[in-house]
C-alpha cells in the first residue's frame, strides 16, 4: 500500500441487478420471486429490465415485448417508472462519491469508481469494494454487483462474474487466469464482426487471442485495431475514469431571419439541431443523459425546458425524439413566432462503455455515414416522411421507403397538404441497409446546401 499507487490502480465498477425490475419488486412486495418485466407496452414495446425469475424463461432486454409476452405469458409487464429509478441511482451515486471524488456513471444503474490511493482514509481497497457493496443493498434495497481491478476493462468485466448480488476482484496476478476462458466477444470494442473473424480463423476465448502473434493481428485486423485487440488479450486498459464533475455540456443554437410560426416547423428545426447536437457529441466521444431546448419567442420571452434520459445516449433519432417531445409538452403560441431555438445535452458521460441501447436501435449513425459519403456535404436532417416537407428539391430517406417509394412519398406529401406543394416531389430513396434503426414514420430528410 502506499508508495506503490503509480503503479496499482484501483477501479470499481458497480452495476444493480436487473435495476428496473428490481426497484420494482422493492416497491410491490408481492412482485418478489415473481418474473417481471419492464418496458414498452405497446405493440412496438421493447423489453427494458426483465428480472432474474423472468430470465429463466428467455426473456431479456431488448427483446419485443411481444416476443416476451410468448415466452413468458404469466409475467407481471410493468411501465417503466423513471422517476423512481433516477432516485435509487441517485442513493446509489452519493455512496460511491463518499468514497471517491472520481465517479463516472455509465447509465442510470451503472458507474466507475476510481479508487486508487483511497488506502489512507479508507483502508485497503477490497474492505473498501465490500463496504460500498454492502450500502449500495442496505441503503438503496436494490441488489448490486461490484468488480474491482487494476482498469475498467477488467473492473466491468468482474462485476459481470459476480452477478447476480456478488463481488468480484481481479488482482494484477490473476488477469491472465481471468480472462483466459472468456469468449472474445466479452472484450470492449469486440463485435459481432470481429467475432466472427476470429472464430473464422479459430480465435474464439481471450485464451486463444492472447496466443496470436502481434504481427498476425496486425494482418488480418490493420494496425490500430491489431494493436487494440493485443491488448485487450492481456487485460491492458488505461482509459482513466472521468469524473463528470466538470462535463460540459453540447450546444446548438439558431436565430432566425423570419419567425417560425408553424409547430411543425418548430419541430423540423428542433430535429436538425438536435442531430447537429448529436453528432458533435458522438465526436467528441461523449454521450448525454439530458436533453434540453430552449425557445426564444418573439417577444423575447424565453424558456428552456429538459428531460433525463433513461440510458446515456448519442442516438440522433432518440435525441431528436426527446426534443420534439418537450417542445409539444408545453404551449405552442401560433400567434407569437419563435424567434430562437436552442438544442443543448448535459449530463454527460464518456462513450468509453457504450451501454445497450435499450430503446431505439443503433444502425442510424452507420446510416448518416453511408449517406454522407454518396451525397457529400449536403446537411442532414431528421423529419417525418409524410408531413412533406416546405423545402424544393429535399429527399425523403423513409425506412419504408420502396423502390417505388418515389410516387408514394408524393403523393403523401400532397396529402398532407401544408408547405409540401402539389409540384413538389419529394425524392424517396431506400437506405442499402434495411436494418439501419430509423423507426417507422421517422425519416430522415436531405436538405440541399443552403447558402
Ligand atoms: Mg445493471
Redesign the pocket.
Known sequence: MGYDCAMARWILHV???A?FASVEQLDRPELRGRPVIVGGLGRRGVVSTASYEARAFGVHSAMPTARARKLCPHGVFLAPRFARYEEVAATMRTILSAFSPVVEPLSL??AFVDLTGTERLHGPVERTAGEIHRRIRTETGVPCSVGLAPNKLLAKLASEAAKPGGAHIVHEEDVEGFLSPLSVSRLWGVGPQTTRKLAERGVHTVGDLRRVDASLLHSWFGPAAGAQLWRLARGLDESPVHSTRDAKSISQEVTYPEDLFREEDIARELRQLAVAAASRLAEEGWLATTVRIKIRWADFTTRTRQVRLPEPTDHPVLIADEAVALLRRGEVHPEVGVRLLGVGLAGLVAATFRPAHLFVPLQLGAALQQIRSRHGAHPLSLGVPGEGHPRPEVGILDSGAKDDADAEMDERGRGRGGGGGVGERNRAMRLPNSDHGIPPRQGLVLLPTRG
Do not use: A, H, L
Open positions: 452495476d444493480m441487478d435495476f444503474d451503472e
